[in-house]
C-alpha cells in the first residue's frame, strides 16, 4: 500500500496519504460495528452467489442408483450366525452430475449392524456408508429394513467324497483317488449345517495318462446333491492323489479278404480292395500282440463277368472292441481276359455304285485283333466291317486302303494286305 501511495503522491506528502488511509480503515471498522448484521447479509448474499452459480454449472442429481446393492452383516455375535441369504438393496442418491459419472458399486458399502442381537428372525436397519467419494449423500433406501435370522453356530464333521468331470483317453482308467484327509469341518447356522451330508472334491480327470495330484476345492453338498449355501468348510480345499493304468491300447490292423471260386470263363480277378483297408481297434495288450490282420468273410466270384461290391460287417475277435468304424466294403474288380485272335475276312467293296461290279485281286484279308477272349470268340465278319471304299469312282482299276472297323473293346493290331487292287466294270 506504501508503494502505491508513493507512486500516487509526491514523498513530500507520503505521510499524509498514509494517515488518510488509516483513517479510512478505521472509518470502516467503525460501521461494521455499528451495524453487525450488514455484514452478516454481505456473507450470506456472497454464499448465495456462490452455491447459485455451482449449481448452475453442475447441477444436483437426485435419482436412484442403477444397481442393487449387496448387503453384509456385521458385529455378529461369535455364537451366532446368519442362517439366510441377505437380500439386495436399492438407494436413491443425491450428488453433483460430475460425480454421478464417478460413482461405481464400490462406493458403496450396505451393511445391518448385528450388535446386541440374539438368535431369532428379526428386522434391522439397513445402513449405507458412502467411500471413496465427497459431495455424495443417500437419500433413501428401498428397503429400509431387511429380515436376519440369527441362529446358533455349530460345526460338525461331514466325509469328503471325491467326484469325477471329464474322461480319460481311450486305453486307460483311472485307479483310487485319495484325498488328504477323509472328513471336513462344516460351520454355520444350525439349520444349515444340519443339511450338509458330504464335502465334495470335484476331480478333473480330462486328458490323463500319469497319476498326479491335484488341489480341489470342496463343496458343501446335501444328501439330493445340491450345494448348500451359507456355510463354511475348513480347509476350504484339500489335495487328492490320482491313479490311472492303462488297461488298453489302441493298434491299427489291416483288413484282408479271401476270393473263392472263379469268374466266367474269359474272365479274371484283377484286383481286390477293402474300404477302409485298416481299422483301429482296443483291447488288452496281449490280445493285439498277436493279431496281425482281420480276416473278412470270403467273397464268392463264381461266374461273374462284372465286379463285385459287398457290405460286410468286420469280425473282431473277443476282447477287443472297435475305436471307430465296425463295417467295410470290398470291391473286387472282375475284367476280361485280354487275348488275340488271327482270321480271315472277304473284302466288301462299299459305296459301289449301280450298275457296277467290283472285283479284287485279294479276295481276303488277314487280321490279327486283340480283345477280350469272351468277344474275341462271337466275332464274325459283320462284326470287323473289312471293306474298300470305292464311293463315286467309275469303271477302272484302282489301288484303295482296307478299312477295319471292329466293336468296342477291341484292336486291329495288323491288316495283310493293306491295300487291294479293285477292279470296276460296268454291267
Given at each position: 500500500m506504501a508503494g502505491v501511495l508513493s507512486g500516487m503522491f509526491g514523498d513530500g506528502s507520503r505521510a499524509e496519504a498514509l494517515e488518510l488511509a488509516r483513517d479510512a480503515w478505521r472509518r470502516a471498522l467503525a460501521s461494521v460495528a455499528r451495524t453487525p448484521g450488514l455484514l452478516l447479509l454481505s456473507v450470506l448474499l456472497g454464499v448465495s452467489l456462490w452455491v447459485f452459480v455451482t449449481d448452475t454449472e453442475n447441477p444436483t442429481i437426485v435419482e436412484r442408483f442403477p444397481q442393487p446393492l449387496v448387503v453384509v452383516a456385521v458385529n455378529v455375535d461369535e455364537s451366532l450366525a446368519v442362517a439366510n441369504q441377505l437380500p439386495t438393496i436399492t438407494v436413491r442418491v443425491s450428488a453433483p452430475s460430475d460425480r454421478w459419472e464417478q460413482l461405481t458399486v464400490a462406493n458403496f458399502r450396505a451393511v445391518v449392524d448385528l450388535a446386541n442381537f440374539d438368535a431369532r428372525s428379526q428386522e434391522v436397519p439397513v445402513e449405507v456408508e458412502i467411500e471413496g467419494v465427497n459431495g455424495v449423500r443417500v437419500v433413501d433406501t428401498e428397503p429400509s429394513t431387511i429380515t436376519v435370522n440369527l441362529e446358533d453356530l455349530v460345526t460338525k464333521q461331514v466325509p469328503v467324497d471325491t467326484r469325477i468331470i471329464g474322461t480319460l483317453p481311450i486305453g486307460y482308467e483311472l485307479g483310487e483317488m485319495t484325498p488328504d484327509q477323509s472328513e471336513v469341518t462344516v460351520s454355520g447356522?444350525?439349520?444349515?449345517?444340519?443339511?450338509?451330508?458330504?464335502?465334495?472334491?470335484?476331480?478333473?480327470?480330462?486328458?490323463?495318462?500319469?497319476?498326479?495330484?491335484?488341489?480341489?476345492?470342496?463343496?458343501?453338498?446335501?444328501?439330493?446333491?445340491?450345494?448348500?449355501?451359507?456355510?463354511?468348510?475348513?480347509?476350504?480345499?484339500?489335495?487328492?492323489?490320482?491313479?490311472?493304468?492303462?488297461?488298453?491300447?489302441?493298434?491299427?490292423?489291416?483288413?484282408?479278404?479271401?476270393?473263392?471260386?472263379?469268374?466266367?470263363?474269359?474272365?479274371?480277378?484283377?484286383?481286390?480292395?477293402?474300404?477302409?483297408?485298416?481299422?483301429?481297434?482296443?483291447?488288452?495288450?496281449?490280445?493285439?500282440?498277436?493279431?496281425?490282420?482281420?480276416?473278412?468273410?470270403?467273397?464268392?466270384?463264381?461266374?461273374?463277368?462284372?465286379?463285385?461290391?459287398?457290405?460286410?460287417?468286420?469280425?473282431?475277435?473277443?476282447?477287443?472292441?472297435?475305436?471307430?468304424?465296425?463295417?467295410?466294403?470290398?470291391?473286387?474288380?472282375?475284367?476280361?481276359?485280354?487275348?488275340?485272335?488271327?482270321?480271315?475276312?472277304?473284302?466288301?467293296?462299299?459305296?459301289?455304285?449301280?450298275?457296277?461290279?467290283?472285283?479284287?485281286?485279294?479276295?481276303?484279308?488277314?487280321?490279327?485283333?486283340?480283345?477280350?477272349?469272351?468277344?474275341?470268340?462271337?466275332?464274325?465278319?459283320?462284326?470287323?466291317?473289312?471293306?474298300?471304299?470305292?464311293?463315286?469312282?467309275?469303271?477302272?482299276?484302282?489301288?484303295?486302303?482296307?478299312?477295319?472297323?471292329?466293336?468296342?473293346?477291341?484292336?486291329?493290331?495288323?491288316?495283310?494286305?493293306?491295300?487291294?487292287?479293285?477292279?470296276?466294270?460296268?454291267?
Open positions: 447356522p444350525d439349520s444349515l449345517v444340519q443339511l450338509v451330508s458330504t464335502a465334495a472334491a470335484d476331480v478333473n480327470v480330462t486328458g490323463l495318462t500319469v497319476g498326479v495330484e491335484q488341489t480341489v476345492e470342496l463343496k458343501p453338498l446335501g444328501a439330493g446333491g445340491s450345494e448348500i449355501r451359507g456355510v463354511r468348510i475348513e480347509p476350504v480345499s484339500l489335495r487328492v492323489g490320482l491313479e490311472v493304468t492303462q488297461s488298453t491300447i489302441v493298434r491299427t490292423v489291416p483288413l484282408s479278404v479271401e476270393v473263392i471260386g472263379s469268374p466266367a470263363p474269359g474272365f479274371r480277378v484283377s484286383g481286390v480292395d477293402s474300404s477302409p483297408p485298416a481299422v483301429r481297434v482296443q483291447g488288452p495288450i496281449e490280445a493285439l500282440q498277436a493279431l496281425d490282420t482281420i480276416d473278412l468273410p470270403a467273397v464268392n466270384v463264381n461266374g461273374a463277368r462284372t465286379d463285385i461290391v459287398r457290405s460286410m460287417a468286420i469280425p473282431l475277435p473277443p476282447g477287443l472292441s472297435f475305436v471307430d468304424t465296425e463295417r467295410a466294403t470290398v470291391t473286387v474288380t472282375v475284367t476280361a481276359i485280354p487275348s488275340t485272335l488271327e482270321t480271315t475276312v472277304a473284302v466288301v467293296a462299299g459305296g459301289l455304285g449301280t450298275a457296277l461290279d467290283a472285283s479284287f485281286d485279294v479276295p481276303n484279308i488277314s487280321l490279327v485283333l486283340e480283345g477280350p477272349l469272351p468277344v474275341l470268340n462271337t466275332l464274325t465278319g459283320a462284326d470287323l466291317g473289312v471293306v474298300v471304299d470305292v464311293s463315286g469312282r467309275p469303271p477302272g482299276v484302282y489301288t484303295l486302303p482296307v478299312e477295319v472297323s471292329p466293336p468296342d473293346g477291341v484292336e486291329v493290331l495288323s491288316v495283310q494286305p493293306g491295300n487291294v487292287t479293285v477292279t470296276i466294270t460296268a454291267r
